[in-house]
């Protein structure tokens, strides 16, 4: 019975709603766009509880750290008092944002601490750039060449000086990356196929834990 | 020669960044304007609103969070100004949480600009969770997907969605995206579905990775980056943050260049000079700038 749950029934329900919703795209019946939408909101459900795991799991992960009192472990403090407070002063505004507590903290902390953390990016480019890169090889010296183009041909003093440098940057982008990214994108979208099939069928069982 | 060029490869980064903040700070203090060149893609977003009849259902969804405000938010506002400028009928929402309170903001302070009415002219819809099944849903059956607006109003008896069931009755979708679920999700689970017109909008790091989109006509235009926002206010005559950014972006970008044929140079001139500021242990805050000098060898790694 237990192999049944563990194995059996999900390996019976992968197959099941796997080819019947690869079939389902191609039947434009009522009763098969019906099925479409029921399943599509059992899958929000569904993803509704995944949050709470991934919650359950944040909490675990760093009730870890602080008992443990790794290298950090404050920090792991700090992200239980951030998320108990917010998610008080939340339920205390009863969801609503405009003018209350929950909307300050949205805006003055995490709209804030997010810029912040993605602004510093750009210090630490220019830091790279001046350090790291460099034509130590012929495909280091076509990478510097293609960003220097690119980062001169996309602003516009780059354009006021060199009207020529736009549209090559354009062509670098609509041209050399396109092709380059379309072949990324197939090899992508045939292995993401190859790997459906392989779930479906049963021949990928990672998904059903280690000790399958 | 040699040893100048090794003293300024060991340069503290902290001048680095003090540069950078210098070009950031200067070009927005004192702006120069210089023009923008306008790129089809961008047009051709601009051209697809131009020719929608008013009353058409336009729908934005604002798929980012306050990391990419910089490049996103801009591009959002020229966005919605067009929409109502074009009176169209606005459709918003987000596909991330933590998105949702910066949406609304942008959402409901352009359209009072315009004194267009919530529920009248425009929904904020606000987000729902699912990801990419969200998109499904809402081809499927918008109200079951959003069965209320951020607001708590029913979908159903809001005026500015009357006679849209699904996404099918929808005439253009813009994604505005820093990521995944984004313009690529809206392709994959609507557009090739559900059947509507869509073009997107996202940050400069994303965009090259779909222009194979825009060439097969999957997706009708791309806003790329901060560039974009300031090629769309260009084309709506808006002065916005997008063009306010670019003296500061060419600024930026043109001591990054600098920098990188200095560092080039002055590994010509002084190639036994090790920089190990990433790799190295003393790679952290404070005033060492973990560099030594070492062998021609240990420089190749």
Redesign the interface.
């Known amino acids: 019975m237990t192999l049944f749950l563990r194995r059996t029934l999900p390996l019976l329900l992968t197959f099941l709603f796997g080819v019947a919703f690869a079939v389902q795209y191609y039947i434009p019946h009522p009763v098969s766009e019906g099925a479409l939408t029921e399943i599509s909101i059992w899958l929000r459900i569904i993803l509704g509880f995944a949050m709470i795991l991934g919650i359950a799991s944040l909490c675990q992960v760093h009730y870890a750290k602080i008992r443990t009192r790794v290298a950090g472990w404050g920090y792991s403090l700090v992200v239980y008092f951030s998320m108990l407070i917010t998610v008080a002063v939340g339920l205390w505004a009863r969801g609503q944002e405009t003018g209350t507590g929950l909307g300050w903290i949205y805006t003055y902390t995490l709209l804030a601490l997010q810029g912040t953390m993605f602004s510093i990016l750009g210090f630490f480019v220019a830091s790279a750039a001046f350090r790291a890169f460099r034509a130590r090889s012929k495909e280091a010296t076509v990478l510097l060449v293609a960003a220097i183009l690119m980062m001169f041909g996309r602003v516009p003093l780059g354009e006021y000086l060199v009207p020529a440098a736009g549209p090559l940057a354009g062509w670098l982008l609509n041209v050399l990356n396109l092709a380059a990214r379309r072949g990324i994108i197939i090899g992508i979208s045939l292995g993401g196929i190859a790997t459906s099939i392989k779930i479906i069928f049963g021949i990928e069982r990672s998904y059903l834990g280690g000790r399958e | 020669m040699r040893e100048l060029a090794g003293k300024l490869?060991r340069?503290d980064?902290r001048a680095?960044?003090v540069?950078?903040?210098l070009a950031?700070l200067i070009p927005l203090l004192y702006p120069v304007g210089?023009?923008?060149?306008v790129?089809p893609e961008v047009r051709r977003v601009f051209d697809h609103i131009e020719s929608l009849p008013a009353g058409s259902v336009f729908l934005l969804s604002l798929d980012f969070?306050?990391?990419?405000?910089?490049e996103l938010y801009p591009m959002a506002v020229a966005l919605l100004n067009h929409a109502f400028r074009r009176d169209l009928r606005v459709v918003t929402m987000t596909l991330w949480v933590?998105g949702?309170?910066?949406a609304?903001k942008v959402v409901s302070g352009v359209a009072s600009e315009y004194g267009k009415r919530r529920g009248l002219d425009y929904a904020f819809l606000g987000y729902?969770?699912?990801?990419a099944?969200?998109i499904?849903?809402m081809g499927?059956?918008l109200n079951?997907?959003f069965p209320a607006d951020h607001y708590g109003e029913r979908t159903a008896d809001l005026p500015v969605l009357r006679g849209i069931r699904s996404l099918r009755q929808v005439n253009y979708v813009v994604s505005l995206a820093a990521g995944t679920p984004g313009v690529e999700s809206w392709y994959v689970y609507g557009k090739e579905?559900y059947g509507f017109e869509l073009g997107g909008g996202v940050t400069?790091v994303i965009?090259?990775?779909l222009?194979?989109f825009l060439?097969t006509g999957q997706i009708n235009g791309l806003i790329g980056?901060l560039?974009g926002a300031a090629e769309y206010e260009t084309l709506i005559g808006m002065k916005g943050k997008g063009m306010a950014g670019?003296?500061a972006?060419?600024?930026?970008?043109?001591?990054?260049?600098g920098?990188?044929?200095?560092?080039?140079l002055f590994?010509v001139v002084a190639p036994g000079t090790v920089?190990r500021?990433?790799d190295g242990p003393q790679d952290g805050p404070g005033p060492s700038t973990g560099l030594r000098t070492g062998s021609p060898q240990e420089g190749?790694r």
């Open positions: 490869l340069l980064r680095i960044f540069l950078i903040a950031t210089l023009p923008i060149r790129s969070d306050p990391a990419s405000k910089p933590s949702t309170g910066m609304e729902s969770p699912g990801g099944n969200v499904i849903n499927q059956d079951a997907a579905k400069a965009a090259p990775g222009y194979p060439d980056g560039r670019m003296d972006q060419s600024a930026t970008h043109f001591i990054i260049i920098l990188i044929l200095l560092c080039n590994y920089v500021s990433f190749q």
